[in-house]
Nanobody, 125 residues
């Protein structure tokens, strides 16, 4: 059973930056697409960004384009989310996700095979 462990969440002022990390317990995840979702209070979990197993293909939700950057570590079993120009509406629990499918398909929650436990990001105004 693959475990995904997120870190890097916290409290930041609007306009600030945070970098989230997600480490997988198994090296086999290097062949998985990985990504990030988020869930704000009272809202559904939503797609943030995904990246292919090779790290060469990425997808972003429209509201994150130009502010967030997803990347993979050299060992490919780690994924990062660099978040810049943060806004109060970015406040949410951020979840790491992984799937054997493509980064394109991983944009859908029902395509996720493994979830992390989530890390809280709070952006104050």
């Amino acid at each position: 059973q693959v475990q995904l462990v997120e870190s890097g969440g916290g409290l930041v002022q609007a306009g600030g930056s945070l970098r989230l990390s997600c480490a997988a317990s198994e090296r086999t995840v290097s062949s998985y697409a990985m990504g990030w979702f988020r869930q704000a209070p009272g809202k559904e979990r939503e797609f943030v960004a995904t990246i292919s197993a090779s790290g060469t293909v990425t997808y972003y939700a429209d509201s994150m384009k130009g502010r967030f950057t997803i990347s993979r570590g050299n060992a490919k079993n780690t994924v990062y989310l660099q978040m810049n120009s943060l806004k109060p509406e970015d406040t949410a629990v951020y979840y790491c996700a992984a799937s054997l499918g493509s980064a394109y398909l991983l944009r859908r929650r029902d395509e996720v095979r493994y979830w992390g436990q989530g890390t809280q990001v709070t952006v104050s105004s």
